[in-house]
């Protein structure tokens, strides 16, 4: 069955906004690079396992599995490590914030190296989603600047943003030179995972793993749910609006982020919170509304 545009939108925003905090879960003992490579291995055992299943093809020659490497390398190693050693520093709120400019980056970014159109339409929706990111989040903006803890926290969240940027333009690239969705996630998580381990094992890393419920529920959840699940629907949507409009997935995880919190973590939701994700939800409807047809 194939999932409209609104379904495969929802199911990342959804399942993405509940995973920033089942990442620290992850975080203690189990060093990031680790449990970083254990997710992303993890889930690509199940997709090579369905891929040979479903009959999809397997075996690539050299050229195309350095391409399973570039988008492993990017997608599901260096953002995600990022974003795992931000997250020791700062909220998981707040590496969520730095996501909210995706849409801009991936605009630009496609722009440069696709020729892709930039819309006025596209760049509102992205300012009224960033502007309804900061907002939301702006009382946690004055700790960064008593916190070097937290500067480092900011530096490397935006450093992720823009790895998972270039992840997309090579799922672009991967995409229009025919590499199928769930083949190219199988081998990206794989070599994803194994540089993953490979970056811990040359700092020293052992492989550890923590034996606790928290820890192992939290790896299923991250593999299945916030990799395979997600992925899935985040390639088929690159594929199918762009890399400028899926980022705006970016924007809309953090309200989900929010709204956890709030009942989880007690967040103080207060006039900026409102203000912030109305800003967000007008946004949205103006970037997945569909263009109308000329006359």
Known sequence: MSLSTLQLFSVCVLIWGSTWIAITFQLGSVAPEMSVGYRFLLASAVLFVYCRWR???????????????????????VSYLLVYYAETFIVSGMVAVGYSASPMINMFASRMFFGTKMTARIAIAAFLGV???????????????????????????????LASSAGSMVATRNQKLGHGTWSSMAWGMFYGGALALLIGMAHGRSF???????YA????????????????????LLERIGAAKSAYIGVMVPIVALVISYFFEKFAWGWLTT??????VVGNIVMLRPARNAT
């Open 217 to 236: 529920v939290s790896l299923v959840y991250l593999a299945l749910f916030g990799s395979i699940m997600t992925f899935g629907c985040y390639l088929t």
């Open 208 to 214: 550890t793993f923590l034996f606790t419920g928290a």
């Open 275 to 280: 203000t912030g994700v109305v800003l967000s």
């Open 131 to 161: 502007a309804g990111i900061v907002c939301v989040f702006w009382p946690e903006f004055g700790k960064l600047s008593v916190s070097r803890n937290a500067a480092l926290g900011a530096a490397l969240t935006v450093l992720s943003v």
């Open 55 to 77: 009959r999809l093809p397997l075996a690539f020659g050299a050229k195309q599995h350095v391409d399973f490497l570039m988008l492993g390398a990017s997608m599901f190693c």
